[in-house]
């Protein structure tokens, strides 16, 4: 299983059923979420623990039964506050699942066009919705016979609910030099970190990928990460290191120079700082 890029551009499910579900704990290859975006939709649920995400320019922190909302083409990323933070995700791509209609066609283009923002968190206080979109969690959770169409019928419930209820805002005209355009910028570092990670990446060959100065850079990119652009190079290397301890046989020599460590004692050194365990105790949890 090869890494998911910042842009990601995966087929999610079946080819007939096109959404992902992805429950995520202590040990799996991804608990801490790496800044990436995508041209899907999709749901993040948090289960135990707390869970800090940013969605472009804006952070929020989630704990149990809260529900963020990410709209297709927003960076987000975050890192968990604990070891027992659990939490799922749904990737989809509602226009791929809901068939067009005209009873909802107007209301549903004005959110897939961006013209409506749908409101990006969700409490136990929004009874409807808290209620609904577990229901569709549970439903891959259970995963019995005829779940898709459960699955289908709790999406139009939800967009209609979100229309009912008036959970989005009317979107302004961006200003030319907004918190959007930086982001823009971001999304070539974030690129290049995921393209080449494992080389001997600098601050300069980052900045200059943004197309920033190196201290404006670090600024901004700061102000979204809550990171040194050095140091979350270096935990999206040891996520990576994660995700081929988990789906490969490499040994832990060969990872650690694939991704962007030359010293083996300082990978496994920073991996235990970072995760609170060795590389080959990560493989052996994770497996088990």
């Not at 472009?56 to 297709?72: A, L, R, Y």
Request: charged letters at 20%.
């Amino acid at each position: 299983m090869e890494h998911e890029s910042y842009h990601e551009i995966m087929q999610r499910g079946r080819f007939d059923f096109p959404i992902g579900f992805y429950h995520v704990e202590k040990y799996h290859p991804r608990f801490n979420m790496p800044y990436h975006w995508h041209m899907e939709y999709e749901l993040i649920h948090i289960l135990h623990g707390g869970f800090t995400i940013s969605l472009n320019d804006e952070t929020i922190h989630m704990v149990p039964g809260d529900i963020v909302f990410v709209s297709d083409g927003i960076v987000h990323g975050g890192v968990v506050d604990s070891d027992d933070t659990v939490y799922e995700c749904l990737v989809f791509d509602p226009q791929k699942l809901l068939l067009p209609a005209n009873y909802h066609a107007a209301n549903l283009d004005q959110i897939f066009s961006h013209t409506l923002r749908v409101r990006n968190h969700f409490t136990p206080d929004d009874q409807k919705l808290s209620a609904v979109i577990p229901a569709l969690f549970n439903q891959f959770q259970q995963h019995q016979p005829g779940y898709e169409l459960i699955v289908i019928g709790l999406l139009y419930t939800v967009f209609g609910l979100i229309i009912q209820e008036k959970q989005y805002t009317t979107v302004a005209v961006e200003p030319v030099e907004s918190s959007f355009a930086q982001l823009q910028k971001l999304k070539n570092a974030f690129r290049l970190i995921d393209e080449k990670y494992s080389t001997a990446l600098t601050l300069a060959d980052l900045s200059n990928a943004a197309g920033l100065s190196p201290n404006y850079f670090c600024k901004v990119f700061q102000n979204l990460t809550k990171f040194t652009p050095i140091e979350y190079l270096n935990r999206f290397r040891i996520d990576q290191a994660c995700v081929k301890l988990a789906y490969t046989d490499a040994s832990i020599t060969d990872i650690a120079y694939a991704c962007g460590f030359n010293n083996l004692s300082y990978f496994i050194k920073t991996f235990r700082r970072q995760k609170g365990i060795s590389p080959g105790k990560f493989r052996q949890k994770n497996r088990e």
